[in-house]
């Protein structure tokens, strides 16, 4: 893993690791899905892309990390730059050399192979010695000391938390300069997931790398994040430090469940929800 030169959230001054510009995603030539999504992610920051399922957060993640050609889809407008270049013409591998990758939603392990078998194939696209790679399997074992009892382990056969922290630990094994994190409390117990951001918030802290953080758990995701976004039918309807969209009254009444004084109307929500989804 690279030697931290930026510990937690990047100043404002500091180029963005990440930067997407006003891209639209279409699925099979016909079905638009993204219009015109745009946000920043600070070099060495969390930020959470949030929303309900069906939002767009998982398109907005391959799109990133280029995994939409094999879905049928692509994107038609705006451009996507990661570390200063553009890379939404680049091959998934291109991305993951570069320091940019995608733990998917589902804790999608290689289920017949053991968890350090699993970790492995996360340094598949380096080029250094092994002895580089075998000092940063220890220090994925070192971050996930559950993965160090199950390491011969057959991946399949581990708790769903530990599969996750499994993916989470081979994407470590590339050396990344940002891991986008897909669902990661999907399925998981309150714990567990507490666990699991807080190694989250541990790594971006101690190594530097910066997530995007697509959760529909909203609570969770702004308790860590230093900055969020809300997506809704593909748009970005809201974007704002982290503290300030959870304790946005609007916010925590259609995202975290919890109503002011006065609950809004059904009436209010419609429009509400139709107002703002011209704000981007």
Known sequence: ???????????????????????????????????GVSLEVPRGGIVALLGAN?????????????????????????SILFDGVEVQSQSPNDLV?????????????????????????GA??????RSAIAQDLERVYAYFPRLTERRN????????????????????????????????????????????FEIVKDLNAKEGVSFLL?????????????????????RVVMDGEAHALATNEDVKEFYLGVAGAKRKSYRDIKHYKRRKRWLA
């Open 153 to 196: 382990s057959t991946a399949g056969y581990t708790s769903g938390g530990e599969q996750q922290m499994c993916v989470i630990g081979r994407a470590l094994m590339s050396r990344p300069k940002m891991i986008l994190l897909d669902e990661p409390s999907m399925g998981l117990a309150p714990q567990i997931v507490e666990e699991i």
């Open 1 to 35: 893993m690279s030697t931290p030169k930026v510990v937690g959230v990047a100043t404002e001054a500091a180029a963005p690791v990440l930067s997407v510009n006003n891209i639209e995603v279409v699925y099979d030539h016909v079905i638009l899905v993204l219009k």
């Open 214 to 234: 697509a959760e529909q758990n909203t609570n969770m995701a702004l308790k860590y994040a230093g900055h969020g976004y809300i997506l809704e039918n593909g």
């Open 97 to 121: 050399r570069r320091g940019c990758i995608q733990v998917m939603e589902g804790r999608r392990a290689f289920p017949h192979l053991t968890v350090e078998e699993n970790l492995l194939t």
């Open 124 to 129: 598949f696209t380096r080029r250094d010695s």
């Open 54 to 78: 069906g939002a767009g957060k998982t398109t907005t993640l391959k799109a990133i990390s280029n995994l939409l050609h094999a879905e049928r889809g692509e994107v038609t407008k705006g």
